[in-house]
């Protein structure tokens, strides 16, 4: 499937004829745009002449799938795979930046009313942030290579105390229990885990006479947070053992609801703004999207579950997909974290070109398209492929394709169809 734009840069309807393309291409009547997915514009007036086009997005905080219909066939299809690093790298920031100020400045006044929260309103974390952007940035691509008429978003709501009494094989609650939670007439989150660990230290169960209880985070604070699964009660002597190194703590902490959480925060937040941007857009929920796709015997894709969001499930299928995958565009750490013996931090950042090569550059070796990911002045550079792929090679036998921004691209091909027995597509169990 070629995307066509027109003089203007204004979408048209894709084309299968390849070989149009090539000799519009010879003939110096279009030029190519951008080469993943491919994308030409014709260089002569043309007439404008499109199709009814529906968008289907199922939204996630992991991955995102686009698809584009119309009632015949499928144009186009994508996986978005987000940025999960915010957390750590935004943590990491703030232990540097609270061990400079206490380096430089012992005390500085307290600046409670100059917070963003109180600054602007609907204001959100930048993990969920960047995740909402990278929906917009691609729906807004497909906008610039198709002309969509409608969007349909998937928007998922998720009952957390439903889920947490599930699992932990308790009543779900029901009307003001809703109101009652874990924590219910306690001060914070310590006094509540001591309370639920008996006051008793959950390593040794007493047995050190040790009586001064500390709550301990079982993974860092960049993981886990302060949640109750995430802390644990341990008196004071295998605490400071265990950071001395002297024993080993086997505790578990209990699943976490991240991925839900961030679907009940982003899902209005993403569809209003969706709706100030583009004039026709519709919601739709997991539930239709699971019939649907039972239906017509389908099997389960992010990009599956978007071509039945959009409305047409059974349109013959593009029989690829672009899977896409978000990356950092800027390293602004300066220096490492890590302290060498003599008192210096190594730099952290490199020259934003070396031998002409920049990061996440699209390269070609061997045949094969790779994306550069490490780069040395002396030696092989490292190429990687999204699949997992490596190859160490002199830039040398390298061959450059085009400079890469803040997503990287490859095609690759889709699910065959589920075998159909009389008619009946096999269902799914």
Not at 131 to 140: D, P, S, Y
């Amino acid at each position: 499937m070629v995307y066509v734009l027109n003089r203007n840069g204004q979408p048209l309807m894709p084309t299968e004829r390849h070989g149009k393309v090539r000799r519009l291409l010879k003939e110096n009547k279009a030029k190519v745009i951008n080469r993943c997915p491919f994308v030409i514009q014709l260089l002569y007036e043309t007439e404008n002449n499109t199709q009814l086009i529906s968008l289907g997005v199922d939204a996630g905080s992991k991955h995102v799938g686009i698809s584009a219909t119309t009632k015949l066939k499928e144009l186009y299809a994508s996986e978005i795979e987000l940025r999960t690093d915010i957390t750590e790298l935004l943590s990491t920031r703030r232990e540097m930046r609270r061990a400079r100020r206490n380096r430089k400045t012992r005390y500085r006044q307290p600046r409670f009313n100059n917070r963003v929260k109180s600054k602007h309103k609907g204001w959100l974390a930048p993990s969920v942030e960047n995740k909402i952007q990278a929906h917009f940035r691609e729906i807004e691509y497909v906008h610039k290579i198709l002309p969509v008429t409608n969007i349909i978003v998937e928007v998922a709501s998720f009952d957390l105390q439903k889920l947490k009494a599930d699992m932990g094989g308790l009543k779900r609650p029901e009307g003001i229990e809703y109101q009652q939670g874990d924590q219910m007439g306690f001060w914070n989150v310590r006094e509540y885990v001591l309370w639920r660990d008996n006051y008793t230290c959950q390593c040794c169960h007493g047995k050190s006479g040790d009586k001064i209880l500390n709550v301990h985070h079982i993974e860092s604070r960049k993981t886990g947070g302060n949640s109750p699964g995430d802390l644990v009660t341990v008196c004071e002597t295998c605490h400071g053992k265990y950071h001395r190194g002297e024993i080993e703590f086997n505790f578990k902490r209990k699943p976490s609801f991240r991925d839900a959480s961030f679907m009940g925060i982003m899902r209005w937040a993403f569809y209003n703004r969706l709706k100030e941007l583009y004039p026709d857009v519709h919601m739709t929920y997991g539930y239709i999207t699971k019939n649907t796709r039972i239906r017509y015997g389908i099997e389960k894709t992010h990009c599956v579950d978007a071509r039945c969001i959009s409305g047409n499930p059974n349109v013959r299928s593009l029989g690829h997909y672009f899977y896409k995958k978000c990356v950092r565009s800027h390293n602004r750490q300066i220096h490492k974290m890590t302290i060498m013996k003599s008192g210096i931090r190594k730099m952290n950042q490199t020259e934003k070109a070396v031998k002409g090569y920049r990061l996440y550059d699209v390269v070609k070796a061997k045949n094969r398209i790779w994306y550069i990911h490490g780069r040395r002045k002396i030696g092989a550079f490292l190429l990687k492929t999204l699949g997992g792929d490596k190859l160490e090679i002199s830039p040398r036998k390298i061959t450059f394709i085009c400079h890469q921004a803040k997503v990287l691209c490859e095609r690759r091909e889709a699910l065959p169809p589920r075998p159909v027995e009389d008619g009946v597509p096999a269902p799914i169990f």
